[in-house]
């Protein structure tokens, strides 16, 4: 099964929301809706345990966050110390959003596919029609005008080094809207390098999209054969994350004689988790077969969706995973919505989040790279790997 994940985070931006005719809003508003951004965090999100090990003890600063809130002079700063106290989780899937008509566009024609989306759109719906009032307050106070994401024209390419039997194929995003132009490019090439001896698929700098593109459009055209791997998930017994994922509830609370993980956090085990483990599939999809080695070239950009690929081919022992350490957050599901009761932002954050085969989560250990590449850019890192094969095939010849 593919989750269409962390559509989010390549449409994000500010946020989104309440009235036709909008009054400033008064202090004790603001600390309800501060409040309300408190709990429902503290109950859902997954990752507190995380922040207190790299020195952040979030929840602590409850007090000091709300002292900004009520400092708030107007809705602009209000906005902003918003902002900032989510921000400092440093998690890419938590932030305030700002769901526009194309973010919406976006689910609907998912959900059509997909129907669990429709818990999505019905929160961004809500948020619709009261947005003017907050992308005015934007506009006026920054000069940021409606987002609108674009689709990448340069998102896919790919290159052939002939004498050396090394096809690259290069992928910005795996944004879902980018599958229907890519899908036809990534089919042409594998029927170009069907015999070559090694296929380099850059990955680095890819933000995330959809895991559809990797799984059909990838795994799916070169393999042949289904390919499985185990996935462990967990997440948080809060009422939001039951609202959006009703199948958390047949998973079991996690405690040591369910669990056999040798990382596994501490807090995972305090009866407050659900825990799932399971095997996945990837089937083929009208394949073109390739034989050869593959390497997956990755860097600390690499997150959500595209971390999801690296850890599909670190666990399924797919491919090589060369370059340097990921963001991670992948193995995990769509982060969920909820909008604050008077301002009315809407906020998301992680859900579901992803182990990696020690038990520790993905989000803090991220993927580890089989071969280590290190490099001063992007450019560099890819011609090193390059280097590194024709290395190995001469030793090999």
């Not at 860097?299 to 690929?309: G, L, T």
């Amino acid at each position: 099964m593919y989750n269409i994940t962390k559509i989010t985070l390549v449409l994000l931006l500010f946020l989104c929301v309440p009235c036709k005719s909008h009054s400033q809003l008064n202090i004790e508003q603001k600390i309800q809706d501060f409040d309300h951004l408190f709990q429902t965090l503290e109950e859902n999100y997954p990752y507190f345990g995380v922040a207190k090990r790299q020195s952040n003890n979030w929840l602590s600063k409850k007090s000091e966050y709300l002292e900004l809130i009520k400092n708030s002079s107007d809705d602009f700063a209000y906005f902003v110390a918003l902002q900032y106290i989510v921000s400092q989780l440093n998690c890419p899937h938590l932030h305030v959003v700002f769901p526009n008509e194309s973010m919406l566009d976006g689910y609907r024609r998912i959900t059509l596919e997909y129907p669990k989306f429709a818990k999505w759109v019905e929160v961004l719906e809500k948020s619709k029609e009261q947005s003017l009032y907050w992308q005015k307050i934007l506009e006026d106070n920054t000069g940021q005008t409606r987002y609108t994401p674009q689709l990448q024209v340069s998102n896919y390419s790919d290159s052939i080094l002939d004498q050396d039997k090394i096809a690259i194929m290069r992928i910005k995003s795996f944004l879902y809207d980018n599958l229907a132009n890519d899908s036809v490019r990534i089919i042409s090439f594998l029927k170009k390098i069907q015999d070559y001896d090694y296929l380099i698929i850059d990955i680095q700098d890819n933000g995330g999209g959809s895991d559809n593109y990797w799984g059909k459009y990838i795994v799916g055209k070169i393999s042949d054969i289904p390919i499985t791997f185990p996935r462990t998930q967990v997440s948080k017994n809060g009422s939001l994350n039951k609202e959006f994922y009703p199948e958390i509830e047949k998973w079991n609370i996690a405690t040591k004689e369910n669990t056999s993980f040798p990382n596994l956090p501490d807090e995972i085990l305090d009866g407050s988790y659900f825990i799932h483990s399971y095997t996945d599939t990837i089937m083929p999809n009208n394949p073109i077969p390739f034989k050869g080695k593959i390497y997956v070239l990755v860097n600390y950009m690499v997150v959500s969706a595209s971390e999801d690929f690296a850890y599909f081919c670190k666990a399924a022992k797919w491919a090589t995973i060369a370059g340097t350490r990921t963001m991670g957050d992948g193995n995990c599901a769509d982060p969920i919505l909820f909008m604050l009761p008077n301002s009315g932002i809407t906020v998301t954050h992680p859900s579901i989040a992803g182990l990696n085969e020690d038990g520790s989560f993905n989000f803090e250990t991220r993927t580890i790279p089989n071969l280590v590449i290190e490099a001063e850019n992007s450019d560099e890192r890819l011609d090193r790997l390059i280097k590194h094969i024709k290395t190995v095939s001469a030793n090999n010849n």
